[in-house]
């Protein structure tokens, strides 16, 4: 068994991988994917640290997190902004009953934390106000009454939506917002 493996170990690691391929007792990953800094090519961490350190008796978590203690970049599909890395996850997982019921058997029950570094944008109250008073508690989508009304203040629960999203530039004015139902609003964005 090898000591605490240095930086040279891990890439050498890289390297196996690239000429022998996965050695058997390790999976691909499911979710985590360790970049290599130069090629930018992507390898399962657990083998990865496997082949560096000569053992096995570790999950996936605490190699990822051995690898960036060495400052490695590991990536989490499960972190994709839009949401499609976990989309397909969803989607691969719906397709096979038997193995998904299994592996939620030994799954562990508490969700991993991260810090998220997000973009916000001060949105203009004057704006949501306008929009909210112009929908008159009916939403701009769908026609129909708000489903319900808000504990704060009794006004109708519509959310004020941006046709074309601030994320693409769009403008904060009465003109690019509609009120929407929460349906409407969340057809708006994945519809
Ligand atoms: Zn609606
Ligand atoms: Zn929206």
């Known amino acids: 068994m090898k000591g605490n493996p240095s930086k040279q170990d891990i890439l050498d690691a890289m390297k196996q991988i690239d000429l022998h391929g996965i050695p058997d007792g390790f999976d691909k990953s499911?979710?985590?994917?360790?970049v290599h800094p130069?090629?930018?090519?992507?390898?399962?961490?657990?083998?990865?640290?496997?082949?560096?350190?000569g053992r096995k008796d570790f999950n996936a978590q605490s190699a990822k997190r051995w690898l960036e203690a060495k400052s490695f970049?590991?990536?989490?599909?499960?972190?994709?902004?839009?949401?499609?890395?976990f989309q397909t996850q969803v989607a691969t997982a719906l397709q096979d009953h038997e193995k998904r019921r299994a592996r939620?058997?030994?799954a562990s029950p508490q969700a991993e934390a991260f810090?998220?570094?997000?973009?916000?944008y001060k949105?203009?109250?004057?704006?949501?106000?306008?929009?909210?008073?112009?929908a008159k508690g009916i939403c701009?989508?769908?026609?129909?009454?708000?489903?319900?009304?808000?504990?704060?203040?009794?006004?109708?629960?519509?959310?004020?939506?941006?046709?074309?999203f601030?994320?693409?530039?769009?403008?904060?004015?009465?003109?690019?917002?509609?009120?929407?139902?929460?349906?409407?609003?969340?057809?708006?964005h994945h519809g």
């Open 30 to 34: 499911r979710w985590y994917y360790l």
């Open 38 to 53: 130069i090629t930018q090519k992507t390898y399962p961490p657990k083998a990865v640290w496997g082949i560096a350190t």
């Open 73 to 85: 970049f590991v990536h989490d599909i499960r972190l994709e902004q839009d949401g499609t890395g």
């Open 104 to 106: 939620l058997k030994t």
């Open 115 to 120: 810090q998220k570094i997000t973009t916000g």
């Open 123 to 134: 949105r203009n109250p004057d704006v949501v106000a306008e929009r909210l008073y112009l």
């Open 140 to 164: 701009e989508g769908c026609q129909t009454p708000a489903p319900f009304k808000r504990k704060k203040n009794g006004t109708p629960y519509l959310e004020v939506h941006h046709v074309i």
């Open 166 to 188: 601030l994320t693409d530039s769009g403008e904060d004015t009465v003109e690019n917002t509609r009120a929407l139902c929460p349906n409407c609003h969340r057809q708006a």
